[in-house]
């Protein structure tokens, strides 16, 4: 998990950095890169996957996904990108629950973007507490029974 985190931080960074798909060619294994005597195992073995490691509460995150969204709409095919939400704290455990309701819902990628603002651009949102989390949901269309029976799931709080 640490190797999975430490990868994410280091490929945010090039991607900070501004380093595109034309310019890694430029890079020297054993120089600018070490390669991994056993590679980690990924959804896909033909793909290249890339993993995002973030916390909707964290202000750095938030303002990153903009320009994570806009590299990775730039990619091949072969290259994946993964959210996974972080784990650390109470909070976060949290949020990453209602990530995982809403990958499970099917409403992903109607909510992620709210769920970032809400806990960096809206002060009066809360998200403190499952109540908190529901009424988010159900705010944003989510069937209320859906959004209870999901978020409590097996799969989800595993």
């Not at 303002?63 to 095919?77: G, I, M, N």
């Not at 996974?84 to 909510?111: C, E, I, R």
């Not at 269309?141 to 859906?146: I, L, M, S, T, Y």
Request: glycine share 6%.
């Amino acid at each position: 998990m640490i190797k999975r985190f430490l990868a994410g931080l280091m490929m945010a960074g090039l991607l900070v950095g501004g380093v595109s798909t034309a310019s890694a060619a430029a890079f020297v294994e054993g120089k600018n890169y070490v390669r991994l005597d056993k590679p980690l195992p990924t959804r896909d073995k033909t793909r290249i996957e890339v993993i995002e490691f973030f916390w909707y509460g964290c202000i750095h995150c938030f303002h990153f996904e903009p320009t994570l969204k806009a590299w990775a709409s730039k990619q091949a095919d072969d290259v994946y990108l993964q959210g996974s939400p972080a784990l650390w704290n109470k909070a976060m455990s949290l949020h990453a629950q209602a990530f995982y309701t809403a990958q499970a819902l099917g409403v992903l990628d109607k909510l992620h973007e709210p769920l970032f603002a809400a806990l960096n651009v809206e002060p009066k949102v809360k998200l403190n507490d499952e109540g908190d989390v529901e009424k988010f949901f159900v705010k944003h269309g989510v069937d209320k029974e859906a959004f209870r029976k999901t978020f409590n799931s097996f799969g989800v709080t595993s």
